[in-house]
């Protein structure tokens, strides 16, 4: 796994989680069985606020999901991210050899926000 595991924001201010990920479309189902498993060791950690994942509606010969999770602080997840059960989920699902995943991970903060008037 190349990627860095753990988040170091350094934010005290709410955070956002966002993290594309493409596979092949017959390793989806699979994909979404592993990732319960590891947004449950996430959802248990203080500061968690909320997560979701989102599949494309149209898959092609990959399928394509979105997870957006909320916290409370960014101090908050990069604390979560040290987790040791939760950095061995996490190894075990890229290192899986069901699943040919490519993941984009970020943190962001709001910087503009809309409402219905």
Not at 68 to 88: C, F, H, N, R, V
């Amino acid at each position: 796994m190349s990627q860095s595991l753990e988040s170091k924001t350094g934010v005290d201010g709410p955070v956002t989680v966002i993290k594309s990920y493409t596979m092949p479309a017959d390793e989806a189902e699979h994909f979404v069985d592993v990732y319960r498993e590891n947004a449950g060791i996430m959802s248990a950690q203080p500061g968690f606020l909320r997560s979701r994942l989102h599949r494309a509606l149209a898959d092609t010969a990959e399928a394509r999901f979105v997870h957006i999770a909320e916290w409370s602080s960014g101090t908050a997840l990069d604390k979560a991210t040290a987790d040791p059960e939760w950095l061995a989920s996490l190894r075990r699902m890229f290192d899986d050899p069901g699943l040919h995943i490519t993941s984009e991970p970020a943190a962001y903060r709001v910087v503009v926000e809309l409402r219905p008037s």
